[in-house]
T-cell receptor, first 113, second 112 residues
Framework: KAGVTQTPRYLIKTRGQQVTLSCSPI?????VSWYQQTPGQGLQFLFE???????NKGNFPGRFSGRQFSNSRSEMNVSTLELGDSALYLC????????????FGPGTRLTVL | KQEVTQIPAALSVPEGENLVLNCSFT??????LQWFRQDPGKGLTSLLL?????REQTSGRLNASLDKSSGRSTLYIAASQPGDSATYLC???????????FGGGTRVLVKP
């Protein structure tokens, strides 16, 4: 069974640009969550989608948004990039969230110059 | 105050020694606790999931315990190997939500 995949693996952008990251969950999983990992703040929750609906949202500005498609694939978008957005963005999938074990993808390394 | 704490932040042990990794959490309304391993620059690998109704879980050389009353979980790795060198993270899900709240991690170095 294929694991969680994320594309692209690496991105370099400049301040003010926008970026879209993609996540394909494990087959049969309907919950997709996004996390940001930085050396200073550690792993922080961005949002969770289940059946195309955002079910939970973390404390990030509105520049961070996401969506989920009917095949459970998810995208997250960051507009008006800032230097502080440089991070490893990880997505996790689970069958339905909650009690279920969460499985993470390899991440997308975003560098903002 | 941090909701999930892992102390120490780093530790080094000789090969063959048993590893004991600690995780403390402040909220007793915990749903699940999950242990992960992260290699440098990589994603997270799930090691063990303990549900709130369980006291421990085992997988091979790994054993994780959960004590809700004291707000602690411990991950034991028996007979450590150099390949066990990585950062170990614990994360909890509270009863009311679906998000993982992570500790800061413990960076482990197993010396040959």
């Amino acid at each position: 069974k294929a694991g969680v995949t994320q594309t692209p693996r690496y991105l370099i952008k400049t301040r003010g640009q926008q970026v879209t990251l993609s996540c394909s969950p494990i087959s049969g999983h309907r919950s997709v969550s996004w996390y940001q990992q930085t050396p200073g703040q550690g792993l922080q929750f961005l949002f969770e989608y289940f059946s195309e609906t955002q079910r939970n949202k973390g404390n990030f500005p509105g520049r961070f948004s996401g969506r989920q498609f009917s095949n459970s694939r998810s995208e997250m978008n960051v507009s008006t990039l800032e230097l502080g957005d440089s991070a490893l963005y990880l997505c996790a999938s689970s069958r339905a969230g909650g009690r279920d074990e969460q499985f993470f993808g390899p991440g997308t390394r975003l560098t903002v110059l | 105050k941090q909701e999930v704490t892992q102390i120490p932040a780093a530790l080094s042990v000789p090969e063959g020694e048993n590893l004991v990794l600690n995780c403390s959490f402040t909220d007793s309304a915990i749903y699940n606790l999950q242990w992960f391993r992260q290699d440098p620059g990589k994603g997270l690998t799930s090691l063990l999931l303990i549900q709130s109704s369980q006291r421990e879980q085992t997988s091979g050389r790994l054993n994780a315990s959960l004590d809700k009353s004291s707000g602690r979980s411990t991950l034991y790795i028996a007979a450590s190997q150099p390949g066990d060198s990585a950062t170990y993270l614990c994360a909890m899900i509270k009863a009311a939500g679906n998000k993982l709240t992570f500790g800061g991690g413990t960076r482990v170095l197993v010396k040959p």
